[in-house]
């Protein structure tokens, strides 16, 4: 059993920036894949980005791409959301997510992955 702890959220005016990190415990952090997730209430959990088990692969929402980095350290059992150019649209709360059995074909469907932390809120004002 996996527990996720995501930290670092908060509110930002636009244009800022955030970091957010996700702490793993229990299961082998090194062989999953790792993935951020964000929800409003307005909208389903929308994929965010995605980092391979040995942070070789990245993928990212094309509203992120640019601006977000994500990367990982199996040494501490932690993955990272660095968050630059802040916008409004990014309110939401931010969920990691993890899973042994992603691919690339299935890395945006969250109902692909096992494992889950309890979110954290990011705000950003205009």
């Known amino acids: 059993q996996v527990q996720l702890v995501e930290s670092g959220g908060g509110l930002v005016q636009a244009g800022g920036s955030l970091r957010l990190s996700c702490t793993a415990s229990?299961?082998?952090?090194?062989?999953?894949?790792m993935t951020w997730f964000r929800q409003t209430p307005e909208k389903e959990r929308e994929f965010v980005a995605c980092?391979?088990?040995?942070?070789?692969?990245?993928y990212y929402a094309d509203s992120v791409k640019g601006r977000f980095t994500i990367s990982r350290d199996n040494a501490k059992n932690r993955v990272d959301l660095q968050m630059n150019s802040l916008k409004p649209e990014d309110t939401a709360v931010y969920y990691c997510?993890?899973?042994?059995?992603?691919?690339?074909?299935?890395?945006?469907?969250?109902?692909?992955?096992?494992?889950w932390g309890q979110g954290t809120q990011v705000t950003v004002s205009s």
């Open positions: 229990g299961g082998t952090f090194s062989t999953y894949a």
């Open positions: 980092i391979s088990w040995n942070g070789g692969d990245t």
């Open positions: 997510a993890a899973d042994g059995a992603i691919i690339v074909a299935n890395m945006r469907d969250a109902d692909e992955y096992e494992y």
